[in-house]
Each structure stands twice: as structure tokens, then as C-alpha cells.
């Protein structure tokens, strides 16, 4: 049973061509917070310019931790990253979904049995998240 949902940052919520927000993205993110799914945030970005987004859109909100790697020292191209954030978020891989949008991060992250979802855009991340039954 999926418990938690953890995006990444960078080409997620960050749309990485324009360098700006994805608002879809945002009201998405705020739409499963407010169902009652535990939102995790799990990225490479530094903090300092999430805040710099966040001051505009108000997104950090809505997750329930923010795992980044310059609070960890485990970019996640290392595989122990992921069981890291496992660790921190208390959940099994089995129990989250995944979103990002670089399938060797996927790779890695299904390795711990997360369910992976490859991101496009947010219209396509709310059909996947349709299809495996978490929102309807």
C-alpha cells in the first residue's frame, strides 16, 4: 500500500527548460497534500534556491520533509542515498511512489522497490497516478 509520494525538484516542479515553476505541478502537489498523502521532497537542488522559488509559490508547504543533498552529503547517484531517504521518510520502498524525471534516478530508486513514475509533465504524473489507483 503506497503511503508516501516523493518528487524530485529539478525538472519536477521546476520546469528545467524555462528555469520557473510549474504551477500545474504546484496545484497538484497541493491537491494530494490536502487528500492526505505524506509528500516528500528528495533532491539535489540547494536549498537556498528552492527558498528563492518558494517565496513566490509557497509549495515547500506541503511536504512533509524536504531531503536534500547538501543536508545529507549522498548525491543520488549513489544507490545508498535512496535507502537513506527511505530511513528519514520511515517508509518501506514498496510503501512510495517516486516521481522524477531521470530514469537512472528511477532505476535506483526502484532497486529499493519504490514504484517509479517518469515525470513529463503534471497532466501525465496525475494519469499515472490515476492508473495505479492512488487518486481517482
Same mark, same amino acid.
Given at each position: +500500500?503506497?503511503? !508516501?509520494?516523493?518528487?524530485?525538484?529539478?525538472?519536477?516542479?521546476?520546469? !528545467?527548460?524555462?528555469?520557473?515553476?510549474?504551477?500545474? +505541478?504546484? !496545484?497538484?502537489? %497541493?491537491?494530494?497534500?490536502?487528500?492526505?498523502?505524506?509528500?516528500? =521532497?528528495?533532491?539535489?537542488?540547494?536549498?537556498? %534556491?528552492?527558498?528563492?522559488?518558494?517565496? $513566490?509559490? $509557497?509549495?515547500?508547504?506541503?511536504?512533509?520533509?524536504?531531503? =536534500?543533498?547538501?543536508?545529507?552529503?549522498?548525491?543520488?547517484?549513489?544507490?545508498?542515498?535512496? %535507502?537513506?531517504? =527511505?530511513?528519514?521518510?520511515?517508509?518501506?520502498?514498496?510503501?512510495?511512489?517516486?516521481?522524477?524525471?531521470?530514469?537512472?534516478?528511477?532505476?535506483?530508486? $526502484?532497486?529499493?522497490? +519504490?514504484? *517509479?513514475?517518469?515525470?513529463?509533465? !503534471?497532466?501525465?504524473?496525475? $494519469?499515472?497516478?490515476?492508473?495505479?489507483?492512488?487518486? *481517482?
Amino acid at each position: +500500500m503506497v503511503k !508516501a509520494i516523493v518528487f524530485d525538484f529539478n525538472g519536477v516542479i521546476l520546469n !528545467a527548460r524555462e528555469h520557473k515553476i510549474d504551477p500545474e +505541478m504546484v !496545484a497538484l502537489i %497541493k491537491s494530494l497534500h490536502d487528500f492526505g498523502f505524506s509528500l516528500f =521532497l528528495f533532491s539535489n537542488t540547494l536549498k537556498s %534556491k528552492m527558498l528563492k522559488f518558494d517565496t $513566490e509559490y $509557497e509549495f515547500l508547504k506541503y511536504f512533509n520533509k524536504i531531503i =536534500l543533498t547538501e543536508d545529507t552529503n549522498l548525491p543520488k547517484f549513489i544507490p545508498f542515498a535512496y %535507502k537513506n531517504m =527511505l530511513r528519514i521518510i520511515n517508509q518501506q520502498g514498496n510503501e512510495v511512489v517516486y516521481v522524477d524525471d531521470d530514469k537512472k534516478n528511477l532505476l535506483l530508486g $526502484e532497486k529499493f522497490g +519504490m514504484k *517509479s513514475i517518469k515525470f513529463e509533465n !503534471a497532466k501525465q504524473l496525475k $494519469e499515472r497516478l490515476e492508473e495505479i489507483g492512488l487518486i *481517482s
